[in-house]
């Protein structure tokens, strides 16, 4: 196990090195970001010292290099626009993102889950060609055009619900939350609403599927043969044994949406992450894009692992190769 | 003992609608069961006998339905009960065991906890009170130590623990009836035959009654006091089991017995000579040139050959092995110094049990796998090239496996599956390749039309046959045979049987005959190998062999291997 764990962290530093060169070259090739920085009409002094203040006049590997040992000091830039430490200004976004992501994703996976198992065990069912016909939507619908048709609705027909930003937040260790106050929770709804719907579809057919074909194995038809009521054969076995795939897809929709929530971030004028990418691609922000992109590959390795940790405890016989 | 018996099922009739129509898979079936007898209920795949348990037992899914009947579990009953009272019944009253315990044993849950699930199902009981309980179950159906084996997850156990476990939850609620829905076949004969002795002393103790659901004639006469002959749904004969299996009234009864190689006679065509109505198989000029026999070398040498599977290690691993932090990969010696020489004709029976070695020894042989250490000969010729990446040099050779399933393109037309091989080695040209292929497809005896369909379409007898023609149509001198007859039904086992006795006389091949089945191999081949854990432990000619055995395990495995009655 102690090896696993040692050979996935050296393969880890291996990828992120690899995208830290690939984001570094790719950044470099979208374009000059001096040109947005100053106006055409600077002279060409001024200009010129702006591009050595950045170190935009050194050869490229030697400007990788010098990135490369500011991170290992923890040091990723400053920001050529906001002017602060691209560091602080990633983290002051990400919960917003965290909170927004981890309750799109858990909420489609409860909701889901269960929709699926059912429409997998009673297929044939009233309820489950309903199921099934939603996740159909959930799948085949733009995310944006929900986004606005819940904003029209909820917003502004109905005025339940406001129709974007953060709302009231509360400081629980020097970080700002939404989903702690009232006002905030409100806020939150439509957006996860909206980022869910998709992640609900997906989560729906997997577990529909994985029930219908448990639902035929040999070990429920054995476990209904011993007299076990539906519902523990449901709860104890299919559950079970359908986990892995629900686990593998959870895990990837969940980076997935915490790097790329931009769509309805942008909709709800959600202040995460998503919206700060986006605008530092406009303006060629070049330390912000290379740090928020070696942080999503950050994301998805960690997530990854964290999915085969679940496998291990999830299925015994993965653990057998290990305790030996 | 009450003249009333415990369960009586009375023109039972259960169907399968489907879009095509409506399946009667059981079609009328009547029997009576009284208390603490074994009942045998045997027939081919498709006979309705495992769909008559699940009958019994109201676990019948849709698109099934019991249509019809009786079935009265001591004067109650059964059909048309609510969802709701059967389930009252199943695993408390009736419980059954299904055949192969890779599959019914939750690989997620621990034994322990599967067992106090199925308690739980009929009674409150505390966790430690299940969990005794447990142990207790355990330990009945002879598992050793069962206090920690509770905690066991099903990988950790061999098939037959995990029948065991199957029993023991079977038996938890001291059921007045079980199904055993061939609970022996996945098994190997050593434990099938330390499981029949076990279900036959449990039931015994207990007073339970038993349906031992079979297609193996012999393991129900060993366990079984009156047996119901099943077809197509339909019971053909039933009777106790000395007269059914000694005096058969039905031809069908009759045919069932004849298809069994046991009964006849070592060499000769069984049930009659069953599906060698075949057109001779085509030569090539080819095989003239290479019947050219070489005297002085022996015609085919397997030398001291081993082979080791073990886990690749990585870089890391390898570092890690070198600091002593990790431990190398767990290896497998699957074949360990096999030594065997064939004469030209000849035909070789290897037998064991699984993992002994013998498939992974006959893949050697064949070229497929490249052994560690040793070599294979043909004609004194090495059958795979030598260097870092060894590959098959040879077409003399050729495989039928077990699955034709599997060991069949699903996607490529059967008459290619055959050709693609003589064209790629210029047997044939692609001119010749249709021609040459309906030769084939008759000389196995299937329609020659049949080369344009694809192996969906076929049987599993057929689909055999195919890959029969597809292994022959290379035109090998030596077939390594994989079980090929091991998935099928007897009298389909008896014609594939039959074909290939016809073959191998008609080409005068040598064969090297893979099977667990020791009655296949004793009829089909002149001399047999016993393997062993990765070893042969005794081989010789077959009648020796069989009716001297010399080896301790050879007479074990030959002690366990049940045996019919005789008249």
């Known amino acids: ?324 | 003992m009450s003249p009333s018996p415990l369960l009586e099922v009375t023109n039972l009739v259960t169907h399968f609608h489907s879009r095509t129509g409506i399946v009667k898979a059981v079609d009328g079936v009547s029997f009576a069961l009284r208390r603490g007898e074994v009942m045998g209920l045997v027939g081919e795949s498709g006979s309705g006998k495992s769909i008559t348990g699940f009958s019994i037992i109201g676990l019948i899914d849709p698109p099934g339905r019991v249509e019809g009947g009786s079935i009265k579990l001591d004067g109650r009953e059964l059909v048309g009960l609510p969802s709701s009272e059967l389930r009252g019944i199943r695993g408390k009253s009736i419980s059954m065991v299904f055949q192969d315990p890779m599959m019914t044993l939750n690989p997620m849950l621990t034994i322990g906890t599967q067992i106090r699930l199925a308690l739980e199902a009929h009674e409150d009981v505390s966790a430690a009170e299940g969990r005794k309980r447990a142990i207790a179950a355990l330990r009945q159906v002879r598992i050793p130590e069962p206090e920690t084996k509770v905690d066991f997850y099903p990988h950790q156990f061999s098939g037959g623990m995990r029948q065991r476990v199957a029993i023991a939850i079977a038996l938890l609620h001291r059921p007045k009836l079980i199904i055993a829905d061939e609970p022996t076949t996945a098994l190997d004969v050593s434990i099938q035959a330390e499981i029949l002795v076990e279900m036959k002393e449990l039931v015994a103790e207990l007073g339970t009654s038993m349906i031992w659901i079979s297609h193996d004639l012999a393991t129900i006469a060993s366990i079984a006091d009156h047996v119901c002959v099943m077809r197509s749904g339909k019971i053909v004969e039933a009777g106790p089991v000395l007269d059914v299996l000694t005096r058969p009234k039905h031809p069908y009864t009759q045919s069932l017995l004849d298809a069994l190689p046991s009964r006849a006679k070592p060499g000769a065509l069984l049930a009659r000579g069953a599906g060698t109505d075949a057109a001779p198989p085509p030569r090539l000029a080819r095989l003239a040139e290479s019947g050219r026999r070489k005297a002085e070398i022996p015609y085919f040498v397997i030398d001291a050959v081993g082979k080791r599977f073990q886990q690749k290690a990585g870089v890391l691993r390898l570092l890690a092995q070198k600091m002593g932090i990790a431990r190398p990969a767990p290896s497998v010696q699957a074949v360990d110094s096999v030594s065997l020489t064939l004469t030209r004709g000849e035909a070789l029976g290897l037998v064991g049990e699984s993992g002994s070695g013998k498939s992974t020894l006959g893949r050697m042989a064949a070229g497929i796998y490249a052994p560690d250490a040793g070599h294979v000969l043909l004609d004194g010729e090495p059958v795979m090239s030598s260097g870092d990446r060894p590959h098959k040099i040879t077409t003399r050779i050729q495989t039928i496996f077990q699955d034709p399933f599997a060991s069949l393109n699903q996607r490529m037309r059967i008459g290619d599956s055959i050709s693609e091989g003589p064209i790629a080695h210029g047997l044939v040209s692609r001119a010749e390749a249709g021609h040459y292929v309906r030769q084939w497809l008759a000389a196995v005896g299937l329609d020659p039309a049949f080369a344009s369909r694809y192996p969906h379409q076929f049987s599993g007898g057929q689909r055999q046959r195919v890959a029969i023609a597809r292994a022959l149509a290379m035109q090998p001198d030596v077939v390594v045979c994989d079980e090929p007859v091991a998935s099928l039904d007897v009298s389909i086992q008896a014609q594939i049987i039959n074909l290939l006795i016809r073959l191998r006389s008609e080409l005068d091949l040598t064969l090297i005959f893979i099977s667990h089945d020791l009655s296949v191999v004793r009829h089909l081949c002149d001399r047999v190998a016993i393997m062993h854990r990765g070893r042969i432990v005794e081989s010789g000619t077959a009648s020796e062999v069989y009716d001297h055995p010399q080896d301790p395990y050879t007479q074990r495995l030959l002690a366990a291997v049940p045996v019919l009655p005789v008249a």
């Open chain 1, 1 to 324: 196990m102690l090896g696993h764990v040692t050979g996935r962290i050296a393969q880890a530093l291996v990828v992120m090195l690899v995208m830290s060169m690939l984001v570094f070259v790719g950044v470099h090739a979208i374009g000059n970001p001096i040109d947005v920085l100053i106006g055409p009409d600077v002279s060409q002094d001024i200009r010129l010292e702006t591009i050595a203040r950045y170190g935009l006049d050194r050869p490229l590997y030697e400007q990788y290099f010098t990135f490369l040992g500011r991170i290992l000091h923890g040091d990723f830039g400053r920001s050529f626009v906001f002017g602060m430490p691209v560091l602080d200004l990633i983290l002051s976004r990400l919960p917003a993102t965290l909170e927004l992501t981890l309750s799109a994703v858990c909420g489609a996976a409860l909701i889901g889950i269960p929709a699926g198992i059912y429409a997998g065990y009673r297929p044939d069912g009233f309820a489950a060609k309903i199921i099934m016909t939603v996740s159909i939507l959930g799948f085949s619908v733009p995310t944006f055009w929900i986004g606005l048709v819940l904003i029209m609705t909820f917003a502004v027909e109905l005025q339940w619900l406001p129709a974007g930003g953060r709302g009231d937040t509360v400081a629980v260790f020097g970080v700002e939350w939404s989903f702690l106050t009232l006002n905030g929770l409100s806020h939150l709804l439509l957006p996860a609403l909206n980022l869910a719907f998709f992640k609900l579809a997906l989560m729906t057919r997997l577990a529909r599927a994985g029930t219908r074909e448990a639902m035929l194995s040999d070990t429920v038809k054995f476990a209904r043969a011993a007299g076990l009521s539906e519902w523990t054969v449901l709860r104890r076995h299919v559950l079970r044994l359908i986990a892995i795939p629900l686990v593998t897809v959870f895990g990837l929709e969940f980076a997935s949406t915490l790097a790329f929530a931009v769509v309805t971030e942008t909709i709800f004028s959600w202040p995460g992450i998503g919206k700060l990418i986006i605008d530092s691609i406009t303006s060629l922000d070049r330390p912000v894009m290379v740090a928020y992109l070696m942080l999503v590959a950050f994301v998805f390795i960690t997530i990854n692992f964290l999915v085969d940790l679940a496998y291990v405890g999830l299925d015994p016989r993965l653990r057998k190769a290990g305790s030996r």
